[in-house]
């Protein structure tokens, strides 16, 4: 990846006629990638025999896209999450006046070039395999959404041109000149936004399909582009990308902490997972919330298509889902308490946290637990059925969403002890305020604990309703527990600095362990997504008509995503390690 | 340094296959899609009970919300009785009729305790035809001991053959650019120009694609050259259909979105869109360059 390591040589404040060279190699690099794709694309189909589908050897079909299509996908949202974590990060620089932040962003910003070269060949190889190995679908897709072709391409090479010259002119525009560059980083990360809207185009047509007729012609392009799932995908990937981003760079710390030499790299490196993981689990938190509303969306498209994502073939992938959400929790509570430990002041706060891990661990077995238990004939006699006659009242929604909820308080909780380890509020009204902050936990808990008992008495349709007033408590007793906690802890008296870099290994291992649980999370969760249209490429308009049209089990399913997240952290090492390299070489210094 | 990446790869490998591993432990079955049944008048009750059943288990996705059989789904209503029930749930009307407004307009009647959420069955997702509405119907009375009294008609058939014409874009396309006007083909169609109904039988596709872009390509003896207008400027794909339908007609296989490249078409314009930015670029780079120089 040459073109990445010409732009980290550039990020040192040269002319502007260097910045555009350089930003113009990124262009041709991208030109040429796209001509060689139309080249092979076009190539192949004019030579193989025409035919709806085209096998692939060995791999298959299906197998070869999804890998592909999800590879993609992750380093996707890795570029997208990469500049908004980027953009905050030095946001917060300029108001704190904390070079550090700027430090901070910039040497995310380095990682994006190489991460921009991956990601686009992963896309041109999907493009190939799915022009190739699915002619008849990807013939209907780019003949009715034509327009969102074009703009799809202006549209990368627009991020191209933006995200390079927001990394070439980093030191060119400190001081004065710092505001445009916050400009330039705004417009990377809605360009960006605009190129992740345009492509959910495609996959979110494909789940609900709208805005055509009978015969499958497209009668009205922007009621296809504005379908039930669109938005809700496009909220959902956003906070996702931004967690995603947030976990990987986080990830990235924790290597370079493990390889640190001195113990001043190690404070940077600790602070930096710290900053990577805070914005990590503050994008994560909202993420369930998002999840419902593309829950509800699907359900409103399809009783059928919702039925048998949430009860039907897909059901047990969501107690699998759980496992992995209850697991980050737990990770990301550890690595804050962890983190504690090198707060002078945070010894006040550890009485809390038995009491916590309590509430994340029955969250977590609430959550975990399935409707329907596998059972023999003979223990399901006993049960009276599939449901236990006591652990099945756990199986359902109604206490499954009360878990949640309560595991996202608990872990908002443990954020805003590590906030306010190390200080001690000097304002008059301190008591009062934390007396409010206690009683908006607790009311949040209460309404939580209501609903969710309350639910079991109710219709279904009913119990849909009252999920709403439990996410509406838990978020309005956040927003009024920050409101009081940022005037409160203004001046506050500082018991004693952080002791950066005074962390246990084993906290790094919890970074990582939240990067590898996200990601294997996004595959699950992709995997979920594309699956429930099951037999259709174009849910209930166009059928799967190859070999590959079944669902399979959901043993072969998780063995293709674990294949897929190795092979990303395989290719993000190598981006990691060349960026690592480059930094110790004495040119870079 | 390499100690390090071999801990952290170990440590990746250990979590993710602790993933893997749970997910082996769920119960593992495969769906495959439902298979095509052929109805047709000659097909027997007996016969009929058996599609209606698969196509209820199956492309009608009806045990998503409904049992048939001890175990189950109650979503929806208990159909082990639908049979007997069926004629008792609206005063007035029969078994039949009920269950068929059951199937294609379910709001219109609900079962006490059941909320309205079932699509209609000859819409998406489940998409029956007439022909398998009826054959859901005979499996439903089936049930409970009942006799299936439905009777298939050819209307049934028609309306599934006229979806299924409907389905051809490359029909659609003939009748769109007026071809049917002067070419009679699958028996409608004007006499001007000849039939096209076998005109794929000793023509390959490539043939009969530049006939229709450049009829000056080739002319079928016995008619007058000149009066076909060109169609070049018809869009790629629709072309691609109209020769996939005549090439199906003739019995022959053919792909129209197959062998359209899906780029074809768009190649050009994406291309120009790539020269733009890169001479916008460099447009850039030379003013830059000369202000460089200059300074």
Request: glycine letters at 14%; one cysteine or more.
């Given at each position: 990846m040459p073109g990445g390591i010409t732009l980290q040589a550039t990020g040192t404040g040269r002319p502007a006629f260097e910045a555009l060279k350089d930003t113009y190699k990124g262009v041709l690099k991208i030109s040429l990638l796209l001509a060689l794709t139309y080249l092979i694309a076009h190539g192949l189909s004019s030579v193989l025999p025409a035919a709806d589908y085209r096998a692939l050897p060995v791999m298959g079909n299906r197998v070869a896209v999804w890998i592909f299509a999800q590879l993609h996908l992750m380093f996707g949202a890795f570029v997208l999450g990469v500049p908004i974590f980027a953009l905050i990060t030095e946001i917060v620089g300029v108001a704190t006046r904390e070079q550090r932040y700027d430090e901070l962003a910039r040497e995310f910003t380095k990682l994006l070039a190489m991460a921009y070269t991956v990601t686009a060949v992963l896309g041109c190889v999907l493009l190939v395999l799915l022009v190739t190995l699915y002619p008849k679908l990807t013939g209907y897709l780019s003949q009715n959404f034509k327009p969102t072709w074009i703009l799809y391409v202006v549209l990368i090479f627009g991020e191209v041109v933006l995200a390079y010259l927001y990394w070439t002119t980093w030191d060119g525009t400190q001081g004065a000149r710092k505001k445009w560059h916050l400009l330039l980083g705004l417009l990377v990360n809605l360009w960006g936004t605009a190129i992740l809207f345009v492509a959910d185009i495609w996959v979110t047509f494909m789940m609900s399909p709208a805005g055509i007729d009978d015969a499958g012609n497209v009668t009205n392009l922007w009621q296809a582009v504005n379908n039930h799932t669109w938005m809700p995908i496009n909220v959902h990937r956003l906070l996702a990308n931004v967690a995603f981003g947030g976990a990987i760079a986080a990830a990235y710390a924790a290597v370079r902490f493990l390889n640190a030499r001195t113990a001043e790299e190690r404070a940077r490196f600790d602070w930096m997972g710290y900053v990577g993981s805070f914005i990590a689990i503050a994008a994560f938190l909202p993420l369930p919330f998002a999840g419902y509303w593309l829950g509800r969306e699907i359900y409103q498209f399809s009783q059928q298509m919702g039925v048998s994502m949430m009860g039907g073939s897909f059901a047990w992938l969501w107690i699998l889902q759980a496992f992995l959400i209850g697991s980050l929790f737990f990770a990301a509570n550890f690595y804050l308490w962890l983190g504690m430990g090198r707060i002078p002041g945070a010894e006040r706060y550890t009485r809390y946290q038995v009491a916590m891990m309590l509430v994340l661990t029955l969250g977590f077995v609430v959550w975990a637990t399935p409707r329907s238990i596998i059972a023999t004939g003979v223990e399901m006699a006993a049960m009276g059925?599939?449901?236990?006659?006591?652990?099945g009242l756990f199986g359902v929604m109604a206490a499954k969403n009360t878990a949640v909820n309560l595991m996202i308080l608990t872990t908002f909780l443990s954020f805003m002890l590590y906030r306010r380890a190390n200080r001690v509020p000097l304002v008059t009204w301190a008591s009062a305020g934390k007396i409010v902050q206690g009683l908006v936990i607790a009311v949040a808990s209460g309404v939580v604990l209501f609903y969710g008992v309350y639910?079991?008495?109710?219709?279904s349709m009913v119990r849909i309703g009252f999920s709403v007033y439990q996410v509406l408590a838990v978020l309005v007793a956040m927003a009024v527990f920050v409101a009081v906690d940022i005037p409160m802890l203004r001046g506050a008296r500082q018991i004693g600095a952080i002791r950066w870099g005074?962390?246990?290994?084993r906290a790094q291992y919890a970074l990582f362990f939240m990067a590898i649980t996200f990601t294997w999370l996004m595959g699950l969760m992709g995997y979920i997504r594309s699956g429930i249209r099951q037999y259709w490429h174009i849910y209930g308009r166009i059928a799967d008509e190859s070999a590959h049209a079944f669902t399979m089990t959901h043993g072969h399913a998780t063995l293709i995503v674990s294949g897929i997240v190795i092979v990303f952290f395989l290719l993000v090492s190598v981006v990691f390690a060349l960026a690592a390299r480059h930094e110790d070489r004495p040119e870079a210094a | 340094m390499a100690r390090t990446f071999v801990r952290i790869f170990a440590f990746m490998l250990a979590v993710v296959g602790i993933y893997a591993y749970v997910g082996q432990l769920l119960p593992q079955f495969e769906e495959h899609p439902p298979r095509k049944n052929v109805i047709s008048l000659q097909t027997t009750p007996d016969e009929l009970v058996a599609i209606g059943q698969e196509l209820t288990r199956?492309?009608?996705?009806?045990?998503v919300c409904h049992k048939d059989a001890e175990t189950g789904n109650v979503r929806g209503p208990d159909l082990r009785q639908a049979g007997p029930k069926a004629g008792t749930r609206k005063p007035g009307m029969s078994a039949g009729d009920y269950l068929l407004e059951s199937l294609l307009k379910p709001g219109e009647f609900l079962v006490p305790g059941f909320p309205n959420m079932m699509p209609p069955a000859?819409?998406?997702?489940?998409?029956?035809n007439m022909a398998e509405v009826k054959a859901v119907i005979a499996y439903l009375q089936s049930l409970g001991g009942g006799e299936p009294a439905v009777k298939l008609l050819a209307e049934d058939f028609a309306q599934a053959n006229a979806a299924a014409i409907l389905q051809h874009r490359g029909r659609a396309a003939m009748e769109k650019f007026g071809c049917i006007a002067c070419h009679k083909v699958a028996g409608e169609g004007g006499e001007i120009g000849p039939e096209l109904t076998d005109s794929a039988a000793n023509r390959n596709p490539r043939e009969l694609l530049a006939k229709i872009t450049n009829p000056k390509a080739w002319t079928v003896p016995g008619y007058p050259a000149g009066l076909m207008p060109a169609g070049d400027a018809l869009p790629e794909g629709e072309v691609q259909e109209i020769v996939g339908y005549l090439a199906n007609l003739a019995g022959k296989g053919y792909s129209a979105t197959g062998a359209a490249s899906p780029w074809s078409h768009e190649g050009v314009r994406l291309g120009l869109v790539i020269f733009l930015f890169n001479a916008a670029m460099l447009i850039a780079l030379a003013i830059a360059g000369r202000r460089e120089r200059a300074a």
């Open positions: 059925g599939s449901h236990h006659p006591f652990l639910s079991y008495y109710v219709t005074e962390i246990p290994a | 199956g492309k009608g996705g009806c045990l000859n819409r998406p997702p489940a998409n029956l």
